[in-house]
C-alpha cells in the first residue's frame, strides 16, 4: 500500500488541523493505520493508532484529549484531527500501515508516507 500524508500547514497555538492520509490500491482496509511525528534532532513520536474497521483507537500521552484519529475505508484514507495545538507539537507527521494492531513503535510498521509539516507558531 502507498500512502500520502497532507494537511500540514502553520497554525497559532490553540489552533486546530486537520492531516490526512490517503492510500493507493484497494486493500486499504485490510491496513491498521498509526500516525507518527519527528521534530527536528527528534527520534520518530508515536502519536496515534487505528485498527482496520476503525473501532478501535489508540493514542500517545502527549496527544490524550486532544487528537482524534478516524478512518474512512471507501475513500481509502484515515485522518488526525489536532485540537488545542501547542508549540511542542511542532514536527514532520507521517501516516504509516500495517496489518497488525495494536502497534506504537516505528519500526514495527511496514508502509510510511512522506511526512506533511506541521508548524505551531504565535
Known amino acids: 500500500v502507498q500512502l500520502q500524508a497532507s494537511g500540514g500547514g502553520l497554525v497559532q497555538p490553540g489552533g486546530s488541523l486537520r492531516l490526512s492520509c490517503t492510500a493507493s490500491?484497494?486493500?486499504?482496509?485490510?491496513?491498521?493505520v498509526g500516525w507518527f511525528r519527528q521534530a527536528p534532532g527528534e527520534g520518530r513520536e508515536f502519536v496515534a493508532s487505528i485498527n482496520q474497521s476503525g473501532g478501535d483507537t489508540r493514542y500517545g500521552d502527549s496527544v490524550k484529549g486532544r487528537f482524534t484519529i478516524s478512518r474512512d475505508n471507501a475513500k481509502n484514507s484515515a485522518y488526525l484531527e489536532m485540537t488545542s495545538l501547542k508549540l511542542e507539537d511542532t514536527a514532520a507527521y507521517y501516516c504509516?500501515?500495517?496489518?497488525?494492531?495494536?502497534?506504537?513503535?516505528?519500526?514495527?510498521?511496514?508502509?510510511w508516507g512522506q511526512g506533511t509539516l506541521v508548524t505551531v507558531s504565535s
Open positions: 504509516a500501515a500495517d496489518q497488525a494492531f495494536p502497534l506504537k513503535y516505528a519500526e514495527s510498521f511496514d508502509y
Open positions: 490500491g484497494n486493500t486499504f482496509s485490510g491496513y491498521a
